[in-house]
């Protein structure tokens, strides 16, 4: 709060609201990046991970996470070249392709960012009432309040800023929490002691589980892929960040992410050997119990510390992200940069904050499985990843090709994900299908980011091939892992063949043209501005509502 109350601005600007002005440089971008990954809900689940799978639990969700950040900078550099001033990859959808698909994106991330709010709340919530004589409903109230309070007035700015503090505190309690534990509870010893009184598995104890790789690991390449690509609080760090300090701050927030969930989920491994049940059958209550039940109370202090400043720096980020949405494409893009008023954009902006922080309250009082949340939320974005990624290499890619796709593909999931139709017969042969060929996009994509098209469509080939004769019979037991692979094969086949023989050529120029400033008043200036109208340079209101009626673009 003091932090937010030292850089606010009486009046602040619309853009540095949602963007801090495109210009952060490398500590603060960096450590908000890894603030920003490393949220309560990844250290709730690492420790799920951990006591569900065993050893190599964490390392399944740590590492693929890890990586995940890591192969986000190469198409982060590309959509920065395209897009240098937009404030959300939705904008760029809209200038891209038109309303729809701006929509489609947009929606996809205020369903994410509520579940992600709602998740943060959950594991707020569940430590209070673990560690004080508070509730759970007074703990989430607490948690909201405070988040609410010190992101309110300056957005996205006190968001990142924050982040520089609560990841230092993160790292600073990990280091110390992590092995205290483990040498409290009898340190390598308990690992024999476990074995020996059959608390785990043969599964739970191999670093190389099968069953870890396809329940967790699997599932979680895949989600992960689509919450870098498609989750709007990465791509605001992405629009935020100097452009030529992309690649520099993602493998810096990689190796901090994955050191630190890890390291967490250990917890989940130690609760595991040692037998020990979750209170109230909750696994939510893990990581708390551990702590509340072996730390004195100094390192339960410090242990507060850690989760509270994890939750915090995703739960700002997901409210200024939620803001980000509807001052730009809900009210910015719908009247046009030159009509739109930064004054109203940033009151809207605000109330987003409290409406989310409301709705997230509500729906935390279902206490949701977090683990489930994640993985559901990003097979979600798995729908929309090939179209985005393609919309900014491929000229020829239609609004209709993008909008089918997704539509397509979720049709897909929902019932594959929910076992709404029984995987039997020539449905689960179909399924199986198309998830073999979802293994295929997935490493495909991961491959183009750094070693371009013709290695990509190789390796996606070879990937495809190679899983053909052990998929079949065998992926319709893994629903979870199933659907997410057919989101993005469906997606993948769709959009292809819908863009292949069409006949647009996009001029990539026309989406700087329409994203950018829409606030033109500089922080050294705001006392002067009174309506703040000013627009960037760029396309004016008719041209975006030319664009509007036709979605693709192509000019």
């Given at each position: 709060?003091?932090?937010?109350?030292?850089?606010?601005?009486?009046?602040?600007?619309?853009?540095?609201?949602?963007?801090?002005g495109?210009?952060?440089?490398?500590?603060?971008?960096?450590?908000?990046?890894?603030?920003?990954?490393?949220?309560?809900?990844?250290?709730?689940?690492?420790?799920?991970?951990?006591?569900?799978?065993?050893v190599?639990?964490?390392?399944?969700?740590?590492?693929?996470?890890?990586?995940?950040?890591?192969?986000?900078?190469?198409?982060?550099?590309?959509?920065?070249?395209?897009?240098?001033?937009?404030?959300?990859?939705a904008?760029v959808m809209?200038?891209?392709?038109?309303?729809?698909?701006?929509?489609?994106?947009?929606?996809?991330?205020?369903?994410?960012?509520?579940?992600?709010?709602?998740?943060?709340?959950?594991?707020?919530?569940?430590?209070?009432?673990?560690?004080?004589?508070?509730?759970?409903g007074?703990?989430?109230?607490?948690?909201a309040g405070?988040?609410?309070?010190?992101?309110?007035?300056?957005?996205?700015?006190?968001?990142?800023?924050?982040?520089?503090?609560?990841v230092?505190?993160?790292?600073?309690?990990?280091v110390?929490?992590?092995?205290?534990?483990?040498?409290?509870?009898?340190?390598?010893?308990?690992?024999?002691?476990g074995?020996?009184?059959?608390?785990?598995?043969?599964?739970?104890?191999?670093?190389?589980?099968?069953?870890?790789?396809?329940?967790?690991?699997?599932?979680?390449?895949?989600?992960?892929?689509?919450?870098?690509?498609?989750?709007?609080?990465?791509?605001?760090?992405?629009?935020a960040?100097?452009?030529?300090?992309?690649?520099?701050?993602?493998?810096?927030?990689?190796?901090?992410?994955?050191?630190?969930?890890?390291?967490?989920?250990?917890?989940?491994?130690?609760?595991?050997?040692?037998?020990?049940?979750?209170?109230d059958?909750?696994?939510?209550?893990?990581?708390?119990?551990?702590?509340?039940?072996?730390?004195?109370?100094?390192?339960?202090?410090?242990?507060?510390?850690?989760?509270?400043?994890?939750l915090?720096?995703?739960a700002?980020?997901?409210?200024?992200?939620?803001?980000?949405?509807v001052?730009?494409?809900?009210?910015?893009?719908?009247?046009?940069?030159?009509?739109?008023?930064?004054?109203?954009?940033?009151?809207i902006?605000?109330?987003?904050?409290?409406?989310a922080?409301?709705?997230?309250?509500?729906?935390?009082?279902?206490?949701?499985?977090?683990l489930?949340?994640l993985v559901?939320?990003?097979?979600?974005?798995?729908?929309?990843?090939?179209?985005?990624?393609?919309?900014?290499?491929?000229?020829?890619?239609?609004?209709?090709?993008?909008?089918?796709?997704?539509?397509?593909?979720?049709?897909?999931?929902?019932?594959v994900?929910?076992?709404?139709?029984?995987?039997?017969?020539?449905?689960a042969?179909?399924?199986?299908?198309?998830?073999?060929?979802?293994?295929?996009?997935?490493?495909?994509?991961?491959?183009?980011?750094?070693?371009?098209?013709?290695?990509?469509?190789?390796?996606?080939?070879?990937?495809?091939?190679?899983?053909?004769?052990?998929?079949?019979?065998?992926?319709?037991?893994?629903?979870t892992?199933?659907?997410?692979?057919?989101?993005?094969?469906?997606?993948?086949?769709?959009?292809?063949?819908?863009?292949?023989?069409?006949?647009?050529?996009?001029?990539?120029?026309?989406?700087?043209?329409?994203?950018?400033?829409?606030?033109?008043?500089?922080?050294?200036?705001?006392?002067?501005?009174a309506?703040?109208?000013?627009?960037?340079?760029?396309?004016?209101a008719?041209?975006?509502?030319?664009?509007?009626?036709?979605?693709?673009?192509?000019r």
């Amino acid at each position: 709060m003091w932090m937010s109350i030292a850089i606010s601005r009486r009046s602040e600007n619309a853009d540095d609201y949602m963007t801090a002005g495109n210009r952060i440089g490398f500590g603060v971008s960096a450590a908000s990046m890894t603030a920003t990954w490393i949220w309560a809900s990844s250290m709730y689940a690492s420790v799920t991970a951990g006591y569900t799978y065993g050893v190599s639990g964490p390392i399944h969700y740590g590492l693929w996470g890890a990586l995940m950040i890591l192969f986000i900078y190469p198409f982060g550099k590309r959509i920065r070249k395209v897009a240098p001033k937009a404030h959300t990859l939705a904008e760029v959808m809209y200038a891209r392709h038109g309303r729809s698909s701006q929509l489609m994106l947009a929606g996809s991330n205020v369903l994410g960012s509520v579940i992600s709010l709602t998740s943060n709340f959950i594991a707020g919530g569940a430590l209070i009432a673990m560690l004080s004589p508070l509730s759970f409903g007074q703990g989430i109230v607490i948690i909201a309040g405070g988040v609410l309070l010190y992101t309110l007035w300056s957005g996205f700015r006190a968001s990142v800023l924050t982040d520089f503090a609560q990841v230092m505190a993160m790292l600073g309690a990990a280091v110390v929490i992590i092995p205290a534990v483990f040498f409290v509870v009898g340190g390598p010893q308990i690992f024999a002691e476990g074995v020996a009184a059959g608390n785990v598995t043969p599964q739970q104890e191999s670093f190389f589980s099968s069953d870890a790789f396809m329940n967790q690991g699997a599932p979680y390449i895949a989600a992960v892929l689509a919450y870098a690509i498609g989750n709007q609080t990465i791509a605001q760090r992405l629009f935020a960040v100097r452009e030529d300090l992309i690649k520099p701050t993602f493998i810096t927030a990689t190796i901090g992410y994955g050191a630190t969930v890890i390291g967490i989920g250990m917890l989940g491994v130690m609760a595991l050997y040692l037998g020990i049940q979750p209170t109230d059958g909750d696994v939510n209550n893990l990581m708390p119990q551990m702590i509340g039940t072996y730390l004195p109370v100094g390192l339960v202090a410090l242990a507060f510390i850690m989760i509270i400043g994890s939750l915090s720096s995703t739960a700002d980020s997901d409210l200024a992200a939620l803001s980000s949405i509807v001052m730009t494409d809900i009210y910015g893009q719908s009247v046009g940069r030159k009509k739109a008023n930064p004054r109203t954009m940033l009151l809207i902006g605000r109330l987003t904050m409290v409406v989310a922080t409301a709705a997230a309250l509500y729906f935390a009082t279902a206490r949701f499985n977090i683990l489930d949340l994640l993985v559901f939320v990003g097979a979600l974005w798995g729908c929309l990843v090939f179209p985005v990624i393609a919309s900014f290499y491929w000229t020829k890619i239609t609004n209709a090709a993008f909008t089918v796709s997704v539509v397509a593909a979720l049709a897909v999931f929902l019932p594959v994900r929910f076992q709404w139709i029984p995987l039997e017969g020539a449905w689960a042969l179909a399924v199986e299908l198309l998830a073999i060929l979802g293994v295929g996009v997935v490493l495909a994509i991961m491959a183009f980011g750094f070693f371009g098209l013709r290695a990509a469509i190789v390796i996606g080939v070879l990937a495809t091939l190679v899983t053909l004769p052990f998929g079949l019979d065998f992926l319709r037991d893994y629903e979870t892992l199933s659907g997410s692979l057919v989101a993005y094969s469906v997606s993948f086949l769709v959009c292809t063949l819908m863009s292949v023989r069409s006949g647009k050529d996009f001029d990539f120029a026309v989406i700087q043209k329409v994203t950018g400033d829409f606030d033109d008043e500089t922080p050294s200036s705001e006392a002067d501005g009174a309506d703040g109208r000013g627009a960037a340079s760029g396309a004016t209101a008719d041209g975006d509502r030319d664009l509007d009626a036709d979605p693709v673009g192509g000019r």
